[in-house]
């Protein structure tokens, strides 16, 4: 069966691998078919051109779980976020995710309910009714993001650093990059932990220079 119409340049070859059922879902409504298709071939497509998708189920539910932990610990804007990469990845919302937004959502509408969106779906590192912080808080992660990528490729490519002050002292070496060692080390900590937590490792980049520091001495 040949893919629909609509899906033809999100197929990637699979075209032929289309059962009707799918097929006719996606002619109702692509999302639902590609859906359909995944649950029964293993193969994800997403949105847009060429969005095939390779991360596996346990890495999408693993990143899941994190929002889920972060809105069990009061940020409700992890809710959204979680929903945006169930849209990213075309998958249907867990049942802790739907359970929780439309519970959300529904109180919202009730009179004497919270007067803004800003406060049901609010977090403290992302303070969305605060303009000035909310930008701030994104310069951050920005800047913190470039920093942290480039502090790991730094220390990757030079053996001899060995702790965590002395790749944020050379990094800031390379280039100005506007900001003073104290909130360089707290901005590139702030993705360490992020990313660790999202990938479910533990080699932040202390550690990793822990580590090499005691295999070299």
Same mark, same amino acid.
């Given at each position: 069966?040949?893919?629909?119409?609509?899906?033809?340049?999100?197929?990637?070859?699979?075209?032929?691998?289309?059962?009707?059922?799918?097929?006719?879902?996606?002619?109702?409504? *692509?999302?639902?078919?590609?859906?359909?298709?995944?649950?029964?071939?293993?193969?994800?497509?997403?949105?847009?051109?060429?969005?095939?998708?390779?991360?596996?189920?346990?890495?999408?539910?693993?990143? %899941?779980?994190?929002?889920?932990?972060?809105?069990?610990?009061?940020?409700?804007?992890?809710?959204?976020?979680?929903?945006?990469?169930?849209?990213?990845?075309?998958?249907?919302?867990?049942?802790?995710?739907?359970?929780?937004?439309?519970?959300?959502?529904?109180?919202?509408?009730? *009179?004497?309910?919270? *007067?803004?969106?800003?406060?049901?779906?609010?977090?403290?590192?992302? *303070?969305?009714?605060?303009?000035?912080?909310?930008?701030?808080?994104?310069?951050?992660?920005?800047?913190?993001?470039?920093?942290?990528?480039?502090?790991?490729?730094?220390?990757?490519?030079?053996?001899?650093?060995?702790?965590?002050?002395?790749?944020?002292?050379?990094?800031?070496?390379?280039?100005?990059?506007?900001?003073?060692?104290?909130?360089?080390?707290?901005?590139?900590?702030?993705?360490?932990?992020?990313?660790?937590?999202?990938?479910?490792?533990?080699?932040?980049?202390?550690?990793?220079?822990?580590?090499?520091?005691?295999? %070299?001495?």
């Amino acid at each position: 069966m040949a893919a629909p119409q609509q899906t033809d340049e999100l197929f990637l070859g699979l075209g032929d691998m289309w059962e009707k059922r799918e097929s006719d879902l996606a002619a109702f409504e *692509p999302a639902w078919g590609k859906a359909a298709f995944f649950f029964r071939t293993g193969h994800r497509l997403g949105h847009g051109h060429n969005s095939l998708r390779c991360m596996p189920l346990m890495a999408v539910q693993r990143m %899941l779980n994190v929002y889920r932990k972060r809105f069990q610990e009061g940020d409700t804007l992890s809710l959204l976020q979680a929903i945006s990469m169930c849209a990213e990845e075309n998958l249907p919302l867990p049942e802790w995710l739907a359970l929780a937004f439309h519970k959300r959502m529904t109180a919202f509408g009730r *009179p004497g309910s919270q *007067p803004s969106l800003d406060d049901v779906f609010s977090s403290e590192s992302m *303070p969305t009714n605060a303009p000035k912080k909310a930008a701030q808080a994104r310069q951050d992660w920005q800047l913190g993001g470039l920093l942290w990528h480039n502090a790991w490729k730094l220390v990757l490519e030079d053996e001899t650093i060995t702790s965590f002050d002395g790749a944020v002292t050379a990094l800031l070496e390379t280039k100005k990059y506007g900001v003073a060692k104290t909130k360089a080390k707290q901005l590139i900590l702030m993705i360490d932990s992020s990313q660790a937590e999202f990938l479910g490792k533990t080699e932040t980049l202390p550690r990793f220079l822990e580590k090499r520091r005691k295999r %070299l001495t």
